[in-house]
Structures are given as C-alpha cells and as structure tokens.
C-alpha cells in the first residue's frame, strides 16, 4: 500500500515496549477527542475516544490522557506490537461544530521486534 | 456488516476533467461527511451530509459539490481538477449528528495528471 505519511514525526519502539503518543490541539471550546490509527493503503481505524469531562479512559491496551489546562492530549499503549505500526492522529470536535473533525498531522509508530 | 465502502479505490483523471465518488455508510448511519488526506497530512473536511442536504461546509471551492441519496449512500463531485486535487478523499458515517463515533471506509486514491 501507499505511505500515509512521507514526513511525518516518528516514535520508535521495541515490541512489548509501551508507547506513548502525544498531540496538542488548539480550540479551548473542543470538547470531544479521539484516536485514529491508519495504516498504510486504508482509511483511519478507531481506537478510542475521551469527551471534555473526562481525564481518562481505558480501552484494551490503550489508555487517553486528557489534560484540558494544556490542551494536551496522549495516547498510551500498552505492549506494542508490531501490528501497532501505523500513523496515529488525534481528532478534535466542539458541540458548537459537531458535524466536522479536526485532524492533528500525525504521528508514525514504528515497533521493532 | 460490510461498513464504510467507497468506489473506486483508485482512480487517474487529467487535469480539468470531473470525477465522481461514492460512499456507502456504515448500517444504520445516516450521516457521511468528506475528507480530503494529501500525503503526509492529516484529513481535512470537505463537507458533510445529512438528510439528503449539505450541512455544513469546510474551506473548499464550490468545485467540491456532493449529493445525498434516501438510502443515506453519498457521492462527491469535483470539476475542473486540478493537479493539487490529487489526495485520498475519504468517507466517514455516523449515527445522527453530535459528537459521536465516525466510521471511515478505505478512501479513494485520486491522482489528477
């Protein structure tokens, strides 16, 4: 398949390592967020989502960290496996703007076995 | 559940020709929205659709135009290409309006010569 991404940052990570992925978005009036990972050749896959009155939520591997005073926004997973590998963007939408999300420019991860 | 299909998945057009796009949304969607993906970006909304009408727009020309059909399946248009149209366009359906989940299929590979 295509690359998603040319020149795009990199995290790379060791299998069984966990990994941590960061994005910073700049509305203060955003108040629901979510993870996508594409791979190369398809559309973005969801992987988990946090609304605004939320810090935190666990998924199965994946964990969303939600810091609303820096508009900071993580993504943590745990044991990444080589299928991990893909380009990760976090997405941000307002309920004043509910019909349209905003992509961050993405983060490669790569995991070596 | 097929989810989110999109045709073609590749398609080569010349330089102020006219493409059309299809989208069939996830069962039970009744919402598809747009989205551009040039290499090494992030997606950019194109536009959304609802009930068979446009509601709400992103910041391309009106060379972008779409359409809704009452099975809830879309197509988008785009006249007089040119070569920066060349991108991923892809789909996403959700369930209704707000902030909920997007579905995106696997896109369109579009490469304007």
């Known amino acids: 398949g295509e690359s998603v991404g040319l020149h795009l940052p990199t995290l790379s990570v060791q299998e069984g390592d966990n990994s941590i992925i960061n994005c910073a978005y700049s509305n203060s009036a955003s108040d629901y967020f979510i993870w996508y990972k594409q791979e190369s050749g398809k559309g973005p896959q969801f992987i988990i989502d946090?609304?605004?009155?939320?810090d935190k939520r666990q998924g199965q591997r994946v964990t969303v960290l939600l810091n609303k005073t820096v508009k900071h926004l993580s993504l943590q997973i745990a044991a990444t496996q080589p299928g991990d590998s893909a380009v990760y963007f976090c997405a941000e939408n307002t309920r004043f703007n509910t019909d349209k999300l905003i992509f961050g420019t993405g983060t490669r991860l790569q995991v070596f076995p | 559940d097929a989810g989110v299909t999109q045709s073609p998945t590749h398609l080569i057009k010349t330089r102020g020709q006219q493409v059309t796009l299809r989208c069939s949304p996830k069962s039970g969607h009744d919402t598809v929205s747009w989205y551009q993906q040039a290499l090494g970006q992030g997606p950019q909304f194109i536009f959304q659709?609802?009930?068979?009408?446009?509601?709400q727009r992103g910041n391309f020309p009106d060379r972008f135009s779409g359409h809704q059909f009452p099975n809830y399946s879309s197509e988008l248009n785009v006249n007089a290409l040119l070569l920066g149209d060349s991108a991923l366009y892809l789909c996403?359906?959700?369930?209704?309006?707000?902030?909920?989940?997007?579905?995106f299929g696997q896109g369109t590979r579009l490469t304007v010569v």
């Open positions: 659709y609802y009930e068979e009408e446009e509601r």
């Open positions: 996403a359906s959700s369930p209704g309006t707000g902030n909920t989940e997007a579905f």
């Open positions: 946090i609304r605004s009155n939320m």
